[in-house]
């Protein structure tokens, strides 16, 4: 598999481009704020009618449009609303208003590969996809690095779509970790499979039950916190830095002992059998589908296993705990007035 870097884009193709982020959320803030850090002379925010969003990317010194205007204006449409809502938006704001030949980008192939949206025939599609965390798309951007990004081209219409995407990623600093050139069948069902087995389902499951299996144990709340969630990001760091063996070197041999022989004790041949299971209702457009159909119906048991997670006693702990050690609040990722 071949990266890419700076050296292999011409970095300044974006700088004279019209850029329309829409959308300023996780994702829109680090593109936006990236794009303008990196000499991109004319960045726009999209927002609707309304939008708490607005004070927050003035307050940033960026100009905000309304979305159908635009559309009108851009040279590049980067499309950062949640996925859920961009086949409307696309239909009401997008379609009808951009110009012959510009570009329509995406950070994540959901609506594309799904055919929830079937982009008009002159336009370019392309997708720039930080494989990080917005906050951290922004902050690795700040610190002089940047988020390995994904790059493909759907549709390439101009016949320059490929340059100016890879010129985009460079933008948001991707150019200083890695690009990798894909598809968007290929990003959007790694992105769904990661995201649902390993980084967030896979994770947060893990935690949960470790916490609840000490503290159904009768061991303080406290002790079980610590041991099961806040201990993650210590082991995940020596992971990040170094591979696995790394973390293995910095943890007691007792520790590496227990890892190997209880490890697969929890996650097993079976866990893995799952896992292909999950990957196949991706592959299969099953679990799309799933989730547009609670959209439709209000996302009502969505917004209810989201409201049940908030009252879990592990949040609770966390919440006292967290405010006990005031460090780690200072230079949040995550700071929603601003973010
Ligand atoms: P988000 O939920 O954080 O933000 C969406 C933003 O869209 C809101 O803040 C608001 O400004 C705007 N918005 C909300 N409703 C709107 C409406 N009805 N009309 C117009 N604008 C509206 O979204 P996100 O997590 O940044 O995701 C954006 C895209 O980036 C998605 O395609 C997602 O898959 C992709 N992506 C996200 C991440 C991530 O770190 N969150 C990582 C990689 C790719
Ligand atoms: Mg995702
Ligand atoms: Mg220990």
């Given amino acids: 598999m ?5 050296k292999d884009a011409n970095v300044s193709l974006i700088k004279d481009k019209k850029v329309a982020i829409f959308g300023y959320g996780s994702q829109g803030h680090a593109h ?3 794009l303008k850090d990196s000499g991109v002379k004319n960045v726009v925010v999209a927002l609707r009618e309304g ?10 010194g960026l100009k905000v449009m309304s979305l159908s205007d635009a559309a009108a204006w851009a040279d ?50 392309f997708m720039v996809a930080p494989k990080g965390p917005g906050h951290l798309v922004r902050s690795e951007y700040q610190r002089g690095g940047g988020v390995p990004c994904l790059m493909a081209v759907h549709k ?18 991707g150019g200083r970790s890695g ?39 009768g061991y303080p709340p406290e002790m079980a916190y610590f041991e099961t969630l806040h201990e993650v990001k210590l082991i995940v760091d020596l992971i990040y830095e ?42 299969s457009g099953k679990f799309t589908k799933q989730w547009m159909d609670e959209c439709k119906g209000g996302q009502k048991n969505f917004l209810k296993m989201r409201e049940e997670l908030a009252k879990h006693p592990i949040e609770k702990v966390g919440k006292k705990l967290r405010d006990l050690m005031p460090w780690i609040g200072k230079n949040k990722l995550v700071d929603k007035s601003k973010n």
């Fill in 2 to 6: 071949k990266m890419f870097y700076e």
């Fill in 32 to 34: 936006a704020l990236n």
């Fill in 51 to 60: 939008s708490s969003s607005k004070k927050k990317a003035e307050s940033e």
């Fill in 76 to 125: 590049v449409v980067m499309v950062l609303t949640p996925d859920e809502l961009q086949a409307s938006i696309y239909k009401n704001h997008i379609e009808q208003r951009m110009r012959q030949g510009t570009s329509l980008a995406f950070a994540h192939g959901l609506n594309i590969h799904f055919n929830l949206i079937n982009s008009r025939k002159d336009l370019d599609v």
């Fill in 156 to 173: 390439d219409s101009s016949g320059k779509a490929r340059d100016l995407a890879m010129s985009y990623a460079c933008a948001v600093g």
């Fill in 179 to 217: 690009i990798i050139e894909t598809t968007f069948k290929d990003e959007c069902e790694t992105d769904l499979f990661g995201e649902q087995t390993v980084l967030c389902g896979g994770l947060v499951e893990l935690i949960k039950n470790g916490f609840e299996t000490l503290t159904e144990a």
């Fill in 242 to 283: 170094g591979g696995i063996a790394n973390m293995n070197y910095s943890i007691s041999n007792t520790a590496e002992y227990g890892e190997y022989v209880s490890g697969k004790k929890i996650v097993d041949s079976k866990t893995k059998e799952r896992m292909k299971e999950v990957l196949k209702n991706i592959q």
